[in-house]
């Protein structure tokens, strides 16, 4: 199986089903459950106010803090993924709200937001749209607000899927107008197994309990400077 570059992927069209990534109605990142590195924030203590799932996809990060009572917004890109996440909301009588929305602008989002998840977006931009996405970020959060971020490492080297950030990378992105409190080498959960990983894997990787492929990333906490 080959992978695309995620850069260029046609999200929309890879929530319809019509993208070639994978088995049909295949999306990566849609695990079925809220990301385990986002449960053991939540349990943490390390979420609160009014909050931002950017990239929020088919929703079940931000279902999941809507369950647990936060008050939840989450954007994405894809008109079809913020139809399917309304859907499953109304299902489960949950109050998330949810827009289409460019994440490099977030227009009309300004000084609303106490903490911001990123489960899995920024790598998937590229250098202009990372850096427009940054400075959209310290608009639409307050002073003192908190940035959780997951994002594809380096340590799998030039394997497909979405592009390596390295810590250097990350440092410089949240260098103004951001606090780093925390940058630690973690795995995120993917609907990947062994017997489905795109062409050039190692054939080595991690696997959770139920055979899913974990992807190393890094785990970044920011808080925003006034």
């Known amino acids: ?15 319809q089903g019509n993208a070639e990534i994978g088995p049909a109605g295949f999306v990566p990142w849609d695990i079925g459950e809220p990301q385990p590195l986002l449960v053991e924030v939540e349990a ?3 979420l609160r106010g ?42 489960r009588g949950l109050d998330v709200e949810f827009a289409v929305a460019d994440a490099t602008r977030l227009d009309g989002l300004d000084d609303r937001f106490d903490t911001v998840l990123d489960s899995a977006l920024y790598h998937c931009l590229n250098d202009d749209e990372q850096r427009a996405y940054v400075t959209a970020l310290h608009r639409v959060c307050r002073p003192g607000a908190t940035l959780h971020l997951f994002c594809r ?3 799998l080297g030039t394997a497909p899927g979405p592009r390596a ?56 906490t920011a808080v925003r400077r006034p």
Request: charged letters at 25%; one cysteine or more.
């Open 1 to 15: 199986m080959s992978t695309p570059d995620v850069e260029s992927l046609d999200f929309d069209q890879l929530y």
């Open 44 to 46: 943490a203590g390390e």
């Open 50 to 91: 009014d909050l931002l799932d950017a990239g929020c996809g088919l929703a079940d990060n931000a279902l999941f803090l809507g369950g647990r009572g936060y008050r939840v917004t989450g954007i994405d890109a894809s008109p079809t993924a913020i139809d399917r996440a309304r859907a499953k909301a109304r299902d």
């Open 153 to 155: 490492s380096e340590l």
């Open 165 to 220: 950030v390295p810590e250097h990378h990350l440092r410089a992105s949240f260098r103004e107008g951001w606090e780093i409190t925390r940058l630690e080498r973690r795995t995120y959960t993917t609907a990947f197994t062994t017997n489905m990983l795109p062409e050039g894997f190692p054939t080595d990787v991690p696997q959770d309990e139920h055979g899913r492929f974990l992807m190393p990333v890094w785990q970044l």
